[in-house]
Every structure is written in C-alpha cells, then in structure tokens.
C-alpha cells in the first residue's frame, strides 16, 4: 500500500494526484485548491531516490539520463501501472465521481490506467506527459468515449520537449473523449495560466 495524503474532504468526488520524478506526494497536494467540494488524495510514488541525491524524492519507474535524452524500462514503468491500478482501485467503489491527475511520470501512469479502464475513471487531467507508444494504443480508444480529458504541456518544457505534448494531444483528438488540450508558454511545470484553465475546466465537469 502506498503512502497518500489527502484533504480531509467528505465528498462523493474523489480526484487522486500522481507526482512527477523527484517530488513526493506533498508537491502536487496545493493543486487541491483548484478541486473544491472534492475529496482530493495525493500518493507517494514507492521508489526513494535519496541514495541518489534527489533528498525525499521519489519516482514511480527508474529513469535513466543519457546523452540522449531521459530513458526508461517498459517493464518498470507496467511494474508502476500495476502498483497505482491497485491503489486507485481502492477508491472506485467509494465514490460516484473518480479523476486522475499526473504531472510528469505520473502523468505517464494517469494516461495508461485511463486507456486500459482495469478501473473505471471518470476523467483525467494529463499534465506535461511523455507520449509512449506501448500505452496511446489506438484498440484504448473506444474506452474512454465520453470521458473528460485535459491536457497541458509547456511549449520550453526542458525535460519533456513539447512534440511529445502535441503526440499526446493528437492521440486523443482523435478519440470520442471530451478534450481541452493547451500549450503554454512555460517549462516543465504548470503556471497560473495551467491552472486557471485546469480549475475552470474542472468546474465545468458533470
């Protein structure tokens, strides 16, 4: 069982944070501000990288920095899916409304179990994510038909170039899900601006 925080809120809305590589559940749990009247968990990723100088960070999967560009292990990053598939599937039968949302490599992870629907969510918010070819599946599609998708990625991301944003976006513009997708101008993080859109979009949800 992973470790979570959450906000003490009694609803019958859960939203379920997932952080980015080298934070920890607290770095994502200010968002909460932007999901009033919902019940708001956040989850600490299981992997410690203090032995590698990231002090109290975490990471869902390994990654690997090369000269190349940022890689990783399908096989660690399925290990992931199926630790976070357990956990949320605790929420499910506890709430009427279930969201997701990731930043990052937990971005990674919010984008596959929303495409595999092992659990039925409701939406997500996908947040500076890396397009993986073993997960934007085009047999997912017709699983999140009618389903609410937000979608942002920086446009001088660093860490993430922005292509991969706009594969993401893609993908799922040519799906049957009710999308908001947006380039910002910002790196690898999520501005006033992402979050004004994010707070207003998900105001508007059913």
Known sequence: MLHKIDNGFESSTCLALLHGFGADERDLFDLKALFPNTHVVSYQAPIDLTPYGYFGG???????????????NDE????????????????????????????SQGSILTHALFLNNEVSLDGIAGLSGRYNDSIFKEELKDNIKGKDVFLSHGTVDEVIPIESGRQ????????????????YRMGHGIDMDCQVDLKNWYSKLS
């Open 76 to 103: 660690e990053v399925q290990k992931a899916i199926e630790i976070v598939t357990e956990e949320v599937a605790s929420l499910r039968n506890s709430y009427d409304k279930l969201y997701l949302c990731g930043f």
């Open 168 to 183: 993401i976006f893609g993908y799922y513009e040519n799906t049957e899900a009710k999308v908001f997708s947006k380039e």
């Open 58 to 72: 975490r990471a869902w999967f390994p990654l690997e920095f090369t000269p190349y560009g940022i890689e990783y």
